[in-house]
């Protein structure tokens, strides 16, 4: 129950693309959803985050979606850039942020 | 303002051998965790502080591992006997909670070889 699921494993997209990438959970006491990125020999790093209370979070070119009855959330980058090939984590954490569960990540690859 | 500081950035080391790995929170944050990373695994929770307390072991392979947090500013995650299957790059991170789902801030991380 404390898992979360993440798919594509890995994804390939053209520039200028959209990438999409999902997540799923079974825990109804998670309430904080951050998506976390990650460069070759570095640690992740916040990309954005969603509240249960909102469908939809949007910062520049990263989107979240958030579908709260069927427990599943999603990022979507548009007009997808080489600079954006990393791999990407999705999470979840219960009401007081620190029982954090990853996602087992995607490696994505936007082609030039 | 300065990030976690994690080290050394990287540790090759002989089975049997100690390992101690070293990280410096962001001034001011309360909580710190540690993680493994590896390719089979994805990202593990090792083990979590608040106020230099552990709060939740579990996450803890073996009684090998062991972490500390003697002040605010600086923790441990040692390994005692070192084994190959300990290999993976082991992240430090720290937050402030304020009770509105602060974000967790990583390190860059230790890559452990353990031959």
């Known amino acids: 129950q404390q898992q979360v699921k993440q798919s594509p494993q890995s994804l390939i997209v053209q520039k200028g693309g959209i990438s999409i990438i999902n997540c799923a959970y079974e825990n109804t006491a998670f309430d904080y959803f951050p998506w976390y990125q990650q460069f070759p020999g570095k640690g992740p790093a916040l990309l954005i985050a969603i509240r249960p209370d909102v469908s939809e979070k949007k910062e520049g070119r990263f989107t979240i979606s958030f579908n709260k009855s069927a427990k599943q959330f999603s990022l979507h980058i548009m007009d997808s850039q080489p600079g954006d090939s990393a791999t990407y984590f999705c999470?979840?954490?219960?009401?007081?942020?620190?029982?954090?569960?990853f996602g087992p990540g995607t490696r994505l690859s936007v082609l030039p | 303002d300065a990030g976690v500081i994690q080290s050394p950035r990287h540790e090759v080391t002989e089975m049997g051998q100690e390992v101690t790995l070293r990280c410096k929170p962001i001034s001011g944050h309360d909580y710190l965790f540690w993680y493994r990373q590896t390719m089979m695994r994805g990202l593990e929770l090792l083990i979590y502080f608040n106020n230099n307390v552990p709060i939740d072991d579990s996450g803890m392979p073996e009684d090998r591992f062991s972490a500390k947090m003697p002040n605010a500013s600086f923790s441990t995650l040692k390994i005692q006997p070192s084994e190959p299957r300990d290999s993976a790059v082991y992240f430090c991170?720290?937050?402030?909670?304020?009770?509105?789902?602060?974000?967790?801030?990583f390190g860059d991380g230790t890559r452990l070889s353990i031959l």
């Open positions: 999470a979840a954490a219960d009401n007081y942020g620190q029982n954090f569960v």
């Open positions: 991170a720290s937050s402030l909670r304020d009770g509105r789902n602060q974000p967790q801030h």
